[in-house]
């Protein structure tokens, strides 16, 4: 699906109507409901390469527009009430974050959070990694595909948190699923390459599945962790884990204080894994 005319309600700013135009926060948002119409379809089609494009079709959109953070939360405060597409309103926002880094700024700062794909596809350089700092987030695909970028959180309820990330280095005291019904997360740090996560406690279904080059400092909770892993290491003062880790990984290491899970049907309560 391609999106060439994904904005054609809307008229891009020339360079003279550049400082005019968008000034109200009502114009951003006439752009977001084109966004929204569009991402209708793409749960039924393929939507990750489908939100990639249109998030590099917003980040093109904007260009000649001038965003601060300033204007991304005024956007989120005053018109959330407006909004019922969580997976267009993070694509909305993320495009919105990569223009305000590109024109600049950076140190982006934000409270709670409840919407999906908030920090996707976000490139940062590697002199200069786009910062973010969040209380909380509710979402789906945190940090998803996202490139140089140092993350700092409280608590973020998610189904897949930095997967398919490269460069990113995250903080955060407690990661989990969105809800008691749902108390793990799906996938942390799957397909992550030369990415970094500290945290206090992760509860996931998945954790560094795929991991590539990566390193976590965590204390973890009922996983399956470094499955076809190459490369990376799990330091934690205390891990429990379900299902046999490291299956067909290599040049990985597991090392832990306290130590509960399944090996093969025995139950062990503390050992040093490396291999």
């Known amino acids: 699906m391609t999106l060439e005319n994904v904005f054609k309600e809307i008229e891009l700013p020339n360079e003279k109507r550049a400082s005019t135009i968008f000034n109200s926060l009502e114009d951003l948002f006439k752009i977001y409901k084109t966004l929204e119409e569009k991402t209708k379809y793409f749960n039924v089609l393929t939507p990750e390469e489908s939100y990639k494009e249109c998030f590099d079709y917003c980040v093109s959109a904007f260009q000649t527009v001038k965003i601060n953070k300033q204007i991304i939360n005024q956007f989120l405060e005053k018109l959330s009430e407006k909004i019922t597409d969580k997976d267009a309103l993070g694509l909305f926002i993320s495009a919105m974050i ?33 910062k973010i700092k969040c209380k909380d987030v509710i979402g789906n695909n945190v ?44 996938g942390v740090m799957k397909n992550a390459t030369k990415c970094k996560l500290k945290a206090d406690l992760v ?17 973890l909770a009922d996983s399956k962790i470094l499955c076809y892993a190459k490369n990376s290491k799990l330091f934690a003062q205390e891990i429990k884990f379900w299902a046999s880790p490291m299956f067909d990984s290599s040049g990985c290491e597991i090392k832990a204080k306290k130590v509960e899970g399944y090996i093969d049907n025995l139950k062990c309560k503390s050992f040093i894994i490396k291999s």
């Open 143 to 186: 940090l998803e595909y996202s490139n140089n970028v140092k993350f700092v959180g409280k608590r973020i309820r998610c189904n897949e948190f930095m997967q398919n990330a490269y460069c990113v280095e995250a903080n955060v005291k407690r990661i989990e699923g969105k809800n008691d019904k749902y108390p793990r997360t799906w």
């Open 203 to 219: 509860m996931a279904e998945t954790f560094m599945w795929w991991a590539n080059e990566c390193l976590a400092r965590v204390n």
């Open 98 to 130: 990569q223009t305000s880094y590109n024109q600049g700024c950076n140190d982006f700062v934000f409270g709670g959070i409840e919407f999906n794909y908030f920090c996707a596809y976000l490139k940062g350089k590697p002199e200069d990694p786009i």
